[in-house]
């Protein structure tokens, strides 16, 4: 199971100022991002991001804040080939996402199963007077 972590603002902030450096419109990025999505139910908010051929310990997932990070590195394979279509990606990946709900980070679950990474981040409940 993929593991959770925190991270200091100063690595979160730095990581994010790499990607966007090399994703600019100007430089050709070697770093990519795998199908996502992201969608609430009424107890969970759920991050499921598809990557087929890796394993838990692939992934990095960490949490500032808002501010959940997910890195890894789908390895190619390295023999000589001449492709006729190439649409899987391959190598570095990083996808960073705000999260727009309030979460529980103690009790999230990370599950990487099939070819997905599924994130599942409790809501927090919000204590509601019966009066109301």
Request: aromatic share 8%.
């Amino acid at each position: 199971m993929p593991t959770i972590v925190r991270k200091s603002l100063s690595t979160t902030v730095e990581t994010r100022k790499e990607v966007f450096h090399t994703t600019g419109w100007q430089v050709r990025s070697t770093i990519w991002n795998p199908p996502t999505d992201v969608y609430e139910t009424e107890d969970h908010l759920t991050i499921r991001v598809e990557v087929a051929g890796m394993r838990d310990e692939d992934f990095e997932v960490a949490l500032e804040k808002n501010l959940l990070m997910i890195a890894g590195n789908r390895p190619d394979q390295s023999e000589r080939r001449a492709y006729h279509q190439m649409e899987i990606m391959y190598g570095k990946f990083e996808i960073a996402i705000q999260l727009p709900v309030d979460i529980d980070i103690e009790t999230a679950h990370a599950e990487y199963k099939d070819g997905f990474l599924t994130i599942l981040f409790p809501r927090m409940q919000t204590h509601q007077s019966e009066d109301q």
